[in-house]
């Protein structure tokens, strides 16, 4: 189940919207097939096993990462190749969570008469699609907060300078999370304030799509988000934005989306389901103090990545956080599973709610 794990993982990059899946077949204690799910539409990772194990399937244990689908819809179910396969155990590490799932695929495999195993490792091979796991359960993308700060929490100088507070090193991991991840969101304060590309650089991988935020249209059309014309870019905005430059945005190639206000600014929940209707899974949210907070606040972050660098602004620097009005301990916004990295000179502690 470890290199089915492995294998899975070589499949992150490109299987949205589906799940990372990795697959083994072992025939007397010999590994005689394994693949992964690579994209979706194309063949799931028990499949390519059994391609590559061909007639040696027969009477062998299929160890997978996931569930099998057990439904047509672009390729064909898994469990009908297993069973035409005739493996004679599945050992699965972890359930479909997927309501047309959960579980069916374990009584079909059984009825055919194939063993079949729960469970092992399971929380590794769940671990592998918390973004999958969220998106088809809830329907909202899995959303990642990204900060990088001085020591003491800050976020840039008190005149506005940020380039470059966190290391090289840092730096060049942002762009791998950026090409893990279906859209990156910024407020209009940082468009504004750094008028970012928001692309991927330095590494091989995909542009994600960008969402930007700013409930009056203060954004310029000449902003680097702008330029591109292969990705997507969502622009969130209110009724206060004027028809005109609604028009004129949506003359770049981008997709301009109302939302109601809330107290706190713009409705962050609509925003997360229209990208989540749009297909969008995942959600890497690059912005300021204020936007951070607005989702914590609104308990739409699922997990955070927090780069320390070792200096110190002071007290009169830009902080990384607005007010979430916390006044008890007992109400601080609490991570779990929090894990430490060194990048260079930096500390990234990650950690999930």
Not at 15 to 26: I, K, Q, S, Y
Not at 221 to 226: D, E, I, Y
């Amino acid at each position: 189940m470890r290199e089915a794990i492995v294998q899975a993982k070589k499949g992150r990059k490109t299987v949205t919207p589906n799940p990372a899946v990795g697959a083994l077949l072992v025939k007397n204690n010999i590994v005689i097939g394994s693949g992964y799910h690579r994209k979706a539409g194309g063949s799931h990772a028990e499949v390519l096993g059994i391609k590559k194990a061909k007639k040696l399937s027969k009477g062998a244990t299929l160890f997978v990462t996931l569930e099998p689908c057990s439904r047509y819809g672009r390729t064909s179910p898994c469990t009908e190749a297993v069973i035409n396969a005739g493996i004679k155990k599945v050992v699965i590490g972890a359930k479909d969570p997927n309501p047309n799932e959960k579980g069916r695929s374990i009584r079909i495999l059984r009825r055919a008469g194939i063993e079949v195993v729960t469970g092992v490792l399971r929380k590794e091979c769940e671990e592998l699609n918390r973004t999958y796991n969220k998106f088809i359960t809830k329907g909202l993308p899995f959303v990642t907060l990204k900060l990088a700060t001085s020591l003491d929490g800050k976020i840039a100088t008190k005149t506005g300078e940020s380039k470059w507070i966190t290391s090289e090193q840092s730096r060049r991991y942002v762009h791998t999370l950026r090409s893990e991840v279906d859209c990156i969101m910024v407020g209009s304060g940082t468009l504004l304030a750094d008028n970012p590309r928001l692309t991927v650089r330095g590494i091989k991988g995909k542009n994600p799509a960008r969402a930007v935020l700013d409930s009056t249209l203060r954004v310029s059309l000449k902003a680097h988000v702008f330029a591109s014309k292969n990705e997507d870019v969502f622009v969130f905005t209110s009724s206060k934005a004027k028809a005109s430059k609604v028009t004129a945005i949506e003359a770049t190639g981008a997709t301009v989306i109302t939302l109601p206000i809330t107290r706190n600014g713009l409705d962050l929940k609509r925003a997360m389901q229209e990208l989540g209707a749009r297909g969008l899974t995942s959600v890497l949210v690059e912005g300021g103090g204020h936007l951070s907070a607005s989702l914590l606040k609104a308990s739409l972050v699922d997990k955070v990545l927090w780069f320390s660098a070792p200096i110190l602004l002071g007290s009169e620097a830009i902080p990384a956080l607005g007010e979430l009005n916390i006044n008890k301990l007992t109400d601080a916004k609490r991570l779990k599973d929090v894990s430490v990295d060194k990048f260079g000179s930096d500390t990234l502690t990650t950690g999930y709610f």
